[in-house]
Nanobody, 111 residues
Framework: VRLVESGGGLVLPGGSLRLSCAASGFTFSSAGMSWYRQAPGKEREWVATITSLGGSTYYADSVKGRFTISRDNAKNTVYLQMNSLKPEDTAVYYC?????WGQGTQVTVSS
């Protein structure tokens, strides 16, 4: 199993970023996928989940209405569109399937 995140970076407050997670080594189209994040000095927290066919999505209250999780099963990729970013969104963002994690991608929201 391999999960590879990309798309992080430095963005101004109010800006947007789109994270991607390329998955391999398992049947992606049968897998619910999630995003988590970990800010400095804090525990890793759940951000969003999407079911295997994309029919249902779930969000943490802190990102609801600002973030959108989606997937392309033809590309074995899950996305996290992040809008209206706030400094408190600064964290390393991780892609997750069961007990497997990617290496993470850093998102920094700062002026």
């Amino acid at each position: 199993v391999r999960l590879v995140e990309s798309g992080g970076g430095l963005v101004l407050p109010g800006g947007s970023l789109r994270l991607s997670c390329a998955a391999s080594g398992f049947t992606f189209s049968s897998a619910g996928m999630s995003w988590y994040r970990q800010a400095p000095g804090k525990e890793r927290e759940w951000v969003a989940t999407i079911t295997s066919l994309g029919g249902s999505t779930y969000y943490a209250d802190s990102v609801k209405g600002r973030f959108t999780i989606s997937r392309d099963n033809a590309k074995n990729t899950v996305y996290l569109q992040m809008n209206s970013l706030k400094p408190e969104d600064t964290a390393v963002y991780y892609c997750n399937w069961r007990s497997y994690w990617g290496q993470g991608t850093q998102v920094t929201v700062s002026s």
